[in-house]
């Protein structure tokens, strides 16, 4: 039997509902990025939500991190309206 070449895979899946930065801010979405170290290797974004300031996304993303770099793995969460950059958090 040959050794597989393929690390095993972790994914990493979130659920995004709301966002509660955009007081007086149309056109809401937001960023999901994943990052190694310092490092950013992956974007995702939810749907712009036209014409409202109480967006509700109820959105599912996911990232696949190999085992080795789960440990230095980091998601940054960014609010957005139109190309202006709102609050981030990082996990």
């Known amino acids: 039997m040959v050794p597989s070449r393929h690390e095993p895979a972790y994914q990493l899946t979130m659920l ?3 966002s509660l ?3 007086f801010s149309p056109d809401p979405f ?7 170290g310092l490092k ?5 974004k939810t749907s712009c939500m036209r014409g ?3 967006p509700f996304y109820n959105e599912s993303f996911s990232f696949k991190v190999p085992q ?10 960014t609010g957005k309206r139109g190309g202006v950059t709102g609050l981030a958090k990082s996990w």
Request: charged content about 25%.
């Open 16 to 18: 995004v509902t709301q």
């Open 21 to 23: 930065c955009f007081v």
């Open 30 to 36: 937001v960023k999901i990025q994943l990052v190694h």
């Open 40 to 44: 950013l290797t992956k974007t995702k």
């Open 52 to 54: 409202t300031i109480d």
């Open 68 to 77: 080795e770099e789960l440990e230095n793995a980091s998601l940054v969460f």
